[in-house]
């Protein structure tokens, strides 16, 4: 606490990333990180920009970077808005596109970001309860179902901490009602088995669809987060993104991003390397006794039909693997499990099997 | 203008960085870069980062830039703070230590984007003129001699687009009376000839220091930023960035900055470098008939006693040598030229001599 901080300050409950420990030689399945490097040509490239460019500003605009999201996702350029990180992009839509006198909307069991912007930029909000399944309800998100006006839509697809997808016809039943504000659609994990709602921002002025470089283009060392959506959405972005920071995007970013859309093999190679390893250890959490929630990311949701989630996490920590856990309520019982390589998973099934044998 | 947009993005004016161009063969005077490329010692360091880490988010706290930083500038560790370009610092300051009932207090010709970040913020404010030599007073920002009570005191040490350096003990006198509000010294130019008000930070708890390796270290195409003081303002920063985006600086700014602070020898080589280089354009810009401001950035600021700045700028051009041109009031006159190496400026010099010959 101090005197000298801005009202603002005093009110905020920072977010709390998850744990980036500093030793080595553990199992780390507790951030959802690729278990795969980036592609070697995205290392090729970065290493050649290791040069006396440097000394030079970035393109504040990432024109390069842009140009090259907009082909991948067949899209023109001026609906595409880049950032350092999603996190980025997700901060600057809250101020820039989601804060109204009606309140956000979003669900109780989500990326637990959005709250924390909600206080930085003063946006009013209220959730909406998943399913008793842990699914969203796009119904219960509409003011023809009883719902009050909202200032703006947004939830992660497939959601995050439970990993399960919302079908596009689902999100597109909510565009076709919800038309007054925006909906943005956070798919970080939307590499790993879900159809992106890119499809559809020709047909919905109102859609924001942010994605990111993190998870399924190993690339979260990096920091690279996009959104694309109507050419107004975005201008809206680019005043704000403007208005606090011209080149948030440096040379290595620009450069190494546009290198990782070019390797559409590896790209491919490594998503379904990480989807076949989920799917077998669903099946392995499954044999232990775990309900494991369907996942369409690179995590598993998981809970125990007998033991206590914070206890199998601090005894798999002594055997050097880190998940998540949460102790939010209706989530508390679970663990959030990052898909590791398939010796990760496996050392991690043995030693679930030994912690649970106790 | 969209319905979509917040209120807030329909009243901003982004700020409009120098621009970039995308053509080779310039002689790029126009956005204060470094002339002379990174220490090769940090190339290395750069191109080592290029691996499979980069699959894994970076420190979140950076903490090994932090510490480098704190033992460069003989402070502790909990007194920095580190952002993605010091823009990216300032507007978490403007944010986060600014933004208050009464009026902030800059320069009425001062670093453009901080009207930007008032207007993003929605912080009130109040230009104070310089003197009619373009120099700060710091008495004119004093209650004691007037002035009206402030939310905070913000200026470039040296100052922007002038280049006119205050003495340290000017900015002693400031804080001596001006104790209740936070006091920010932006020194993004501060290495080409001033002394640094870090030296000043254990005995002011309500200064902060801001600084780049975007100019001194030749690193603007890698966007690191820092701030030093008290660590309650330091934590004031650290609760909005970690509100905002949890990993502004990615794996390559972190090391990089570490490996350029590391090379010493090399930074005092260029800035001096790059000092002399200064000396050296000054002389010969007032043989042409210029009255160029004195000067301790990597810029000068002049203006023709006969030739109109704008019209000299655009003949440069044509020449294919960039320069900046404001058309603010009382300094619409002035040219603002980047020192570039030595050829450079000799190219300068002589287009300059054609351009006014005729």
New interface residues.
């Given amino acids: ?2 005197r ?6 005093h009110k ?6 998850g744990e ?1 420990p ?1 030793v080595s030689n553990l199992i ?1 399945l507790n ?1 959802n ?6 592609s070697p040509k ?3 490239a ?2 050649a ?12 605009n990432a024109d390069l970077l842009k140009g090259a999201i907009a082909r991948y996702y067949s899209v023109s350029q001026k609906q595409v808005f880049v950032g ?2 999603s ?2 992009v997700l ?1 600057h839509a809250f ?6 006198a009606e309140p956000l909307l979003y669900p109780d069991i989500t990326y637990s970001f959005y709250p ?2 909600c ?2 930029y003063n946006v009013p909000f209220e959730t909406v309860p998943l399913t008793d399944a842990f699914d969203i309800n796009v119904d219960d998100y509409l003011v023809t179902n009883g719902q009050k006006a909202n200032g703006g839509i947004i939830f992660p697809n497939p959601n995050a901490p439970t990993g399960k997808l919302l079908a596009l016809s689902s999100i597109e039943t909510l565009l076709k009602v919800n038309t007054d ?2 909906v943005v659609i956070d798919e970080a994990y939307i590499d790993f088995g879900g159809e992106s709602a890119i499809a559809l921002v020709d047909q919905y ?2 859609l924001l669809v942010v994605q990111t470089f ?1 998870k399924s283009r ?6 690279i987060g996009f959104a694309v959506g109507h050419p ?2 975005i ?2 972005l ?3 993104k ?12 620009i450069n ?1 991003g546009v290198a990782a859309l070019a390797d559409e093999a590896y790209f491919q190679q490594t998503c379904n390397a990480i989807i076949e390893t989920r799917e077998s250890l669903v099946r392995e959490l499954t044999a232990l006794g775990f309900d494991v929630l369907p996942s369409a990311a690179n995590f598993v949701f998981a809970r125990h039909k007998e033991s206590k989630a914070d206890a199998i996490a601090s005894k798999l920590r002594e055997e050097a693997i880190i998940v998540r856990h949460f102790k939010q309520e209706r989530v508390q019982d679970f663990l959030r499990i990052t898909i590791g390589t398939n010796d990760e998973c496996d050392a991690l099934v043995k030693a679930l099997t030994d912690i649970l044998k106790d």
């Fill in positions: 606490m101090s000298f901080w801005s009202d603002i300050v905020l409950t920072p977010y709390v990333p980036q500093k780390k951030t990180e690729n278990p795969y490097g980036p995205v290392l090729d970065l290493k920009e290791a040069n006396d460019s440097l000394r030079l500003y970035p393109d504040p350092n990180g996190d980025e901060a101020q820039g596109l989601l804060k109204h924390v912007y206080g930085l504000t925006v002025p109102n993190s190993s690339l979260a060392g990096l920091r107004d959405l201008e809206g680019e005043r704000v403007n208005s606090f920071n011209s080149y948030p995007l440096d040379r290595f970013a190494g």
